[in-house]
């Protein structure tokens, strides 16, 4: 049983195409799956090992240091909110306690508190799903997740690729 | 006071489409590499590049032409790795290189692989730079459909690919040999030196790796030539380099200047001063690695040089991040946060940083909390000490494998230099507050 679908197969060659070592496309193909499933599983996991000739215990231990793979489903929608040194001094804190509060029970909706995006002169700045957003205030911060949510925003998948 | 637009100048004219293959072409990008490629004279690249004086933009200043020389001559394959894993707290220069003049960065890709004789140059990309993969992968796709990248470059004979990879969230694959171990798949976890990646880099081969900014200036050293380039900037410190300004300034943002250029002026003149004309109570001058400067005059009107800013007030210009605070803001809070920061990218090789981190992080969150003790400070030079013995100055001493660990002391040294006493006034008052 594939884990990754048919035109995701093929990805996944070209992927692995590109490493004289396979063991290299255990990140590509990890993004690759969370394109594909909204998170990292443990089947998507199993199959990355297959593909790149390792054990699923060397790709969970390389998956689990990194924090945009998800080893959790999560929403459909991750929001990242700034609270490093300079988006702390222009608002950061309370545009994350805002969201968070605000979506605390939408399962569809993952807050989460990051480190510095390199957006620092349009602090505070987020993301959703890897979309900057500058200069939010926590009630344009709801306005953004919104605009998401309705679809009159196009979000990118959980782990930033653009939807064809 | 203006800027000197060289590696900014592309996105800066052509706001609309300086990312496109048409809109670069129509600004020039690609006429280095095919001269270089006509001239056909790979050592004359590096010469050029030697005779720039071009440092490391990336944090450490290296030089990047003695960087190159370090690979062993009959050693092949060899790679060229590209460090994009832009992630020093409020340095955002790499992030606009990469979405707004992805060009430059491929055409400066594709000459330092001919002088350094590597056919394949992988960029590691920051996984959070969604647009700035999607513009680079695209700009590589244009460019090799025009003949710039591929088999044969313009009739070369010569080969050159690039590979884009995405991070996927660790600050410490900024540090270039975590990088390499995140790019071969494993754990982003710093490597002993040596052997140094020159000798033995990516999949043990001989490795450059270079900073996005750097490798952007290289097309037009090449361009105006490696003494014409060395006139602009001052000692050591040639050409030009962008500093991304933030905090209270009133237009923070991106600035290419001329090195040598002051503080002052680059604060006041360009980042157009402090909000509400308050004054600058600190900044960071590097980064969030680097130790801090007030706003005095002597530390303002300091020159914009890498040697300079280190031998005499021990802090560096990193990674040209400025992060200005007024009066208004607790510089405790700050630090607090800085280290929260490191406590949560330290990677847990070593147990000085891994443990250390965390130790600091949590007396600052007490002592930026109203919950400090009178001891708390010298308990915070004690802690850092067993990171970066003396807890002192740049250059960092370690005991650790890389910088992270040091980084996270710099700002215990600048609490304790500039405001011991307001630091040791406001303990004796918490305490006093919870006896």
Known sequence: ?164 | MTETRIVTKRLRDRPDDSWTIDGALASGAYEQLRAVLAKGDTADVQEQVKLSGLRGRGGAGFPTAQKWSFLPPDSFPRYLVVNADEGEPSTFKDRMLLERDPHQLVEGIAISSYSVKCNVAYVYVRGEFALGYERLARAIDDARAKGFLGRDILGSGFDCDIVVHRGAGAYICGEETALLESLEGSQGMPRIRPPFPAIEGLYAKPTVVNNVETLSTVPHIVRMGGEEYAKLGVNRSTGTRIFSVSGHVNQPGNYEVELGMTFRDLLYGLAGGVRENRKIKFFIPGGASSQWLTGSDEHLDAPLDMDFVQQTFGVMLGSGAIMVYDETVDPVLIAWRLAKFFAHESCGKCTPCREGTGWIEKVLYRMSHGLGRPADLDLLVDVGGNISPGVVNAPFVQTTICPLGPSAVSCIASLNKFFRDEVLERLRNDAGAHA
């Open chain 1, 1 to 164: 049983m594939s884990f990754f679908d048919e035109s995701n197969v093929a990805k996944a060659k070209e992927i692995l195409a590109r490493y004289p070592r396979p063991k290299s496309a255990i990140l590509p193909l990890a993004h690759l799956a969370q394109d594909q499933n909204g998170w990292l599983s443990p089947e998507a996991m199993e199959q990355i090992a297959d593909l790149t000739g390792t054990t699923p215990a060397d790709v969970l231990g390389t998956c689990s240091f990194y924090t945009m793979l998800k080893r959790r489903p999560c929403g459909k929608f991750v929001v990242s909110v700034c609270t490093n040194v300079t988006c702390l001094v222009t608002g950061g804190p309370e545009v994350l306690d805002h969201l968070e509060a605000r979506y605390a029970s939408e399962p569809d909706v993952t807050v989460e508190e990051v480190e510095c995006l390199a957006a620092c002169d349009g602090a505070p700045a987020l993301q959703v799903n890897y979309e900057f957003h500058e200069r939010v205030s926590p009630s344009s911060a709801v306005e953004i997740v919104e605009g998401y949510r309705s679809g009159t925003r196009r979000a990118r998948t959980v782990s930033g690729a653009t939807v064809a």
